[in-house]
């Protein structure tokens, strides 16, 4: 049962945490990035490259992290391991070393995933030893970090609110926030900002994986956004391009309930799969819950449904939304709820509300996700000097030689002015690679909307008859 699996994941948690704390780590994360550095130390002789019966067996890893097993007979590669080597104890070895570094490579990204979520402080020298990991380095360095001021970190522990104004005191102290690249330098590690100037980082230097929070409050999320197109970089998961929720002003009023999601409906499996894989559990009396142990916190999601049953007749309609203090069970001000927590909350029941809606609603036609995909799009015409692309609302209005278009940025379905509806089938596995994207996500979607404004603002080049006929109403 979901609850049993909870408290049993919950109790290895805390073995881990103890065996961390006990070897001298503050947390398990770093820990485990500490022992896997250790281990690529071990893998050396593979990375120099093992001679067996003629073949240069040979452990690499590219510019990505990504480790591959190489081989060569008399300076000429080979595809595939020769069948006299299958049973070797060295080669074997070698391929299983491949496996666990590719293990390694995605573990290292949930990790960092789930320290942006978390905002986990690291310490500039504990980054600069992943820096020197050639699966970790990588996507650490395609990230943007958040540099904490020393006095930032002594008020970690203040009172929820101001008496004068009610609000919370993190937006004033976050104006000191610095963000930027991580940069290896002759004399230690730097932060590289918006603008390319580099500042030094002493080794006890707090430093975490920005959220769009700290971007939007710092005045440089869309400057950031123009520099992962501009320099093509690609970060291991949705980070600048990442949905953002904020507090609306109706939830100011309501203080303690959310209803954004309020009359809803949504498929019970549906959703309760998708939430549980986030670290959500069912609540035979309370519902979907989640538990923030770290900032003593649950959220809970109401709704008019037994989330146990079928529910044959009526879908469950969601209601609200409320935080409430681990230990005493009191509501808590959704003002006082820290931002990344509330937002990456309201991300998770985005989500389920789009891809579990009973309307069968398009999975990638959320609110959020449009403003992201528009945001995309405008870099990439931007990028590639298109000028007869223009954006309204969640559409792209595209004027062509052909035909007038316009292309949803949500469901990626397109009409041309005088036309209706143009097919244009996607082909996924073409498209992905051609269109550069600023995530390492295994977004098909994406990559089909992109093409296909490409495609339509140079639609003179278009040699598809089957998208001709359409166009021209043959």
Same mark, same amino acid.
């Given at each position: 049962?979901?609850?049993?699996?909870?408290?049993?994941?919950?109790?290895?948690?805390?073995?881990?945490?103890?065996?961390?704390?006990?070897?001298?780590?503050?947390?398990?994360?770093?820990?485990?990035?500490?022992?896997?550095?250790?281990?690529?130390?071990?893998?050396?002789? *593979?990375?120099?490259?093992?001679?067996?019966?003629?073949?240069?067996?040979?452990?690499?890893?590219?510019?990505?992290?990504?480790?591959?097993?190489?081989?060569?007979?008399?300076?000429?590669?080979?595809?595939?391991?020769?069948?006299?080597?299958?049973?070797?104890?060295?080669?074997?070895?070698?391929?299983?070393?491949?496996?666990?570094?590719?293990?390694?490579?995605?573990?290292?990204?949930?990790?960092?995933?789930?320290?942006?979520?978390?905002?986990?402080?690291?310490?500039?020298?504990?980054?600069?030893?992943?820096?020197?990991?050639?699966?970790?380095?990588?996507?650490?360095?395609?990230?943007?970090?958040?540099?904490?001021?020393?006095?930032?970190?002594?008020?970690?522990?203040?009172?929820?609110?101001?008496?004068?104004?009610?609000?919370?005191?993190?937006?004033?102290?976050?104006?000191?926030?610095?963000?930027?690249?991580?940069?290896?330098?002759?004399?230690?590690?730097?932060?590289?900002?918006?603008?390319?100037?580099?500042?030094?980082?002493?080794?006890?230097?707090?430093?975490?994986?920005?959220?769009?929070? %700290?971007?939007?409050?710092?005045?440089?999320?869309?400057?950031?956004?123009?520099?992962?197109?501009?320099?093509?970089?690609?970060?291991?998961?949705?980070?600048?391009?990442?949905?953002?929720?904020?507090?609306?002003?109706?939830?100011?009023?309501?203080?303690?309930?959310?209803?954004?999601?309020?009359?809803?409906?949504?498929?019970?499996?549906?959703?309760?799969?998708?939430?549980?894989?986030?670290?959500?559990?069912? %609540?035979?009396?309370?519902?979907?819950?989640?538990?923030?142990?770290?900032?003593?916190?649950?959220?809970?999601?109401?709704?008019?449904?037994?989330? &146990?049953?079928?529910?044959?007749?009526?879908?469950?309609?969601?209601?609200?939304?409320? &935080?409430?203090?681990?230990?005493?069970?009191?509501?808590?001000?959704?003002?006082?709820?820290?931002?990344?927590?509330?937002?990456?909350?309201?991300?998770?029941?985005?989500?389920?509300?789009?891809?579990?809606?009973?309307?069968?609603?398009?999975?990638?036609?959320?609110?959020?996700?449009?403003?992201?995909?528009?945001?995309?799009?405008?870099?990439?015409?931007?990028?590639?000097?298109?000028?007869?692309?223009? &954006?309204?609302?969640?559409?792209?209005?595209?004027?062509?030689?052909?035909?007038?278009?316009?292309?949803?940025?949500?469901?990626?379905?397109?009409?041309?002015?005088?036309?209706?509806?143009?097919?244009?089938?996607?082909?996924?596995?073409?498209?992905?690679?051609?269109? *550069?994207?600023?995530?390492? %996500?295994?977004?098909?979607?994406?990559?089909?909307?992109?093409?296909?404004?490409?495609?339509?603002?140079?639609?003179?080049?278009?040699?598809?008859?089957?998208?001709?006929?359409?166009?021209?109403?043959?």
């Amino acid at each position: 049962g979901s609850q049993r699996r909870e408290s049993e994941k919950r109790a290895a948690a805390t073995a881990l945490e103890n065996l961390a704390m006990t070897a001298g780590f503050s947390d398990v994360n770093r820990m485990t990035w500490y022992l896997e550095s250790e281990k690529l130390a071990e893998l050396t002789p *593979f990375f120099d490259g093992v001679e067996l019966e003629g073949i240069l067996l040979r452990l690499e890893i590219d510019e990505e992290g990504t480790a591959a097993l190489a081989m060569e007979k008399k300076g000429k590669p080979l595809k595939t391991l020769p069948k006299a080597l299958n049973k070797n104890e060295t080669a074997l070895a070698i391929k299983e070393t491949v496996k666990e570094l590719k293990e390694q490579k995605r573990r290292a990204r949930e990790s960092l995933e789930r320290a942006m979520t978390e905002s986990t402080l690291f310490r500039a020298d504990e980054l600069e030893i992943i820096l020197n990991n050639p699966v970790l380095a990588p996507m650490a360095a395609g990230l943007i970090w958040t540099l904490e001021e020393k006095e930032e970190r002594g008020h970690a522990k203040q009172s929820q609110a101001e008496p004068e104004t009610g609000r919370k005191p993190q937006a004033r102290k976050e104006a000191a926030h610095r963000n930027g690249f991580l940069q290896k330098t002759d004399t230690g590690l730097a932060l590289q900002d918006i603008r390319g100037g580099l500042s030094p980082l002493p080794a006890e230097a707090g430093l975490r994986v920005s959220h769009p929070h %700290d971007l939007i409050t710092a005045g440089e999320w869309a400057d950031y956004m123009h520099v992962l197109y501009e320099k093509e970089i690609k970060q291991p998961f949705k980070q600048v391009f990442r949905e953002y929720y904020p507090i609306t002003e109706e939830e100011r009023q309501e203080r303690t309930i959310s209803r954004r999601y309020a009359g809803l409906q949504v498929q019970p499996q549906k959703t309760v799969a998708l939430l549980k894989g986030r670290g959500w559990t069912v %609540d035979y009396e309370e519902g979907l819950q989640k538990v923030f142990y770290r900032d003593n916190l649950i959220v809970r999601m109401y709704a008019l449904a037994d989330w &146990f049953s079928p529910a044959d007749i009526e879908a469950p309609t969601l209601e609200e939304i409320q &935080f409430f203090e681990r230990e005493t069970g009191k509501p808590v001000e959704l003002e006082a709820v820290p931002p990344v927590l509330f937002s990456e909350t309201m991300r998770d029941i985005d989500l389920a509300v789009s891809v579990a809606h009973v309307g069968g609603v398009d999975p990638e036609a959320s609110h959020s996700t449009v403003e992201m995909l528009t945001a995309i799009a405008r870099e990439l015409v931007s990028l590639l000097k298109l000028s007869n692309v223009s &954006f309204i609302g969640a559409h792209a209005k595209i004027h062509g030689t052909l035909a007038d278009y316009s292309v949803h940025l949500g469901s990626g379905v397109v009409h041309g002015e005088g036309i209706g509806m143009i097919a244009i089938l996607p082909v996924h596995s073409q498209a992905r690679g051609r269109i *550069f994207l600023p995530f390492a %996500d295994d977004d098909p979607k994406t990559a089909e909307i992109m093409s296909r404004i490409i495609l339509l603002s140079e639609d003179k080049k278009i040699k598809d008859p089957a998208i001709l006929s359409q166009i021209r109403g043959l």
